[in-house]
């Protein structure tokens, strides 16, 4: 469930209209889409696929190309994005508490929390791919870094992104195999289960009930478990947070004319340096990295983050030069409801490839999987824009509101 990538909610997320910023909610609709071409694979059972049940379909050759542009252009990109407006929407909660004299901690806390119990649920009871626990955890430690300067912040920042890397190297030159809990805890509860490596997606894409799903889930749940731990992603999804936050705190989203020069900057940069590094990533990812997984590991770094923030500048940048924003409020519309269209994106899946749905999984080409992706993500802007048309929050984010603060918020306009 490597594909798994994040969902961000940030702290504006249930402000009028009014008051929000659209370029961010643009920003997290956009990264609904690339979360949904990310996970789809993943949820139509393609990714667990054997060489040979790939190479047998029909659409192999072009699934091939399919998976290198996934690599170069989705892979990590989008959780990345998401991270950083989780750290935009932390500052943002602290500075709506502080100009309203609330306590802006305390209100993350509670806030977090509820996400945690949301990402358990989702996890148990929808998909083990689940990132939203993860979130929750690593946000607790977001509090830390409120009051520490912008050098401090920045050399965290570095040290969190460096660390997996160094762990990578443990793992491959000290023999370090930090998951091994995850990975026995897995055998014996797919064994319980009767789930084999050679029966894995056939058996999820045949499961008839959906005590088989809640079953494949809990075992899913320590394979999920096992990848944060292979993939060092607390302190990945921790550096980002972080440096959200850092940007969060120089208003850069908010005064975009002001920082049109440094956009442009960091566009030019992130693609000189992110898109022949995303390259070589796609080549170590499609190869088993030959070059090693601490190389892999290093690639990967210096890929993604600048990657996602050519992503970024470059959406701004279009932000800016473009008067009439048509095509930003499209997608600023299912990004106001993004922890419903997350959770949602989870039921479209398991609806179109599970057994007790469609039947879908194990015998659709990634091709095909994309094309649905884009389907489903397209869907969710209509009932987005249906609903909001109707309602103030989208119906999570409003839940999440209320028990964030103890009381009922009025939802019909």
Known sequence: MAGKQSIHMSGNLN???????????????????????ANFPEFSLYTFLPANMAAA?????????????????????????????FGIGFSIILSNAEKNNRNGI???????????????????CLWAGDIL????????????????????LITC?????????????????????????????????????????????????????YLEVLKFNLAGSFIRLQEFIDGNRFFKVLGLFLLGLYIGRKGIYANLNKNKSLLKKVMSCGFIIGFPFT?????????????????????????????????????????????????????????????????????FGIIIFYGIGFQLGARTGLVYVELIAVAVFCIQIIYSYLWLHRFRFGPFEWGWRMLTYGKRFKLIK
């Open 133 to 152: 626990a993860l979130y929750a955890f690593a946000g607790l430690f977001l509090p830390l870094f409120i009051k520490v300067s912008d050098r401090i």
């Open 15 to 37: 402000q009028p209209i009014s008051k929000r910023h659209i370029i961010l909610d643009c920003l997290r609709g956009l990264a609904l889409l690339g979360i949904c071409l």
């Open 157 to 209: 920042i570095i040290v969190l992104l460096v660390i997996p890397v160094v762990l990578d190297a443990g793992v491959e030159f000290l023999g370090w195999n930090p998951a091994a809990f995850a990975i026995a805890t897995t055998k014996y509860f797919h064994g319980q289960f009767g789930i084999t490596e050679n029966n894995f997606p056939v058996w999820l894409a045949e499961s008839r009930t």
């Open 106 to 124: 305390r209100i993350f806390y509670r806030r977090i929390l509820v996400l945690f119990l949301i990402g358990l649920l989702h996890l148990v």
């Open 279 to 347: 390259l070589l990533y796609a080549w170590s990812a499609m190869n088993g990295r030959p070059l090693g997984l601490t190389i892999h590991s290093v690639i990967y770094t210096v890929s993604v983050v600048p990657f996602a923030f050519f992503y970024i500048s470059t959406i701004c940048l279009w932000y800016l030069t473009n008067t009439e924003r048509k095509v930003f409020k499209v997608f600023a519309v299912p990004g106001r409801m993004a922890l419903t269209n997350y959770l949602m994106q989870s039921v």
């Open 57 to 85: 379909m029909s659409t192999a050759g072009v699934d091939t190309v399919i998976r290198y542009l996934q690599y170069i252009f989705i892979d990590g990109k989008f959780y990345t994005i998401f991270s950083l407006l």
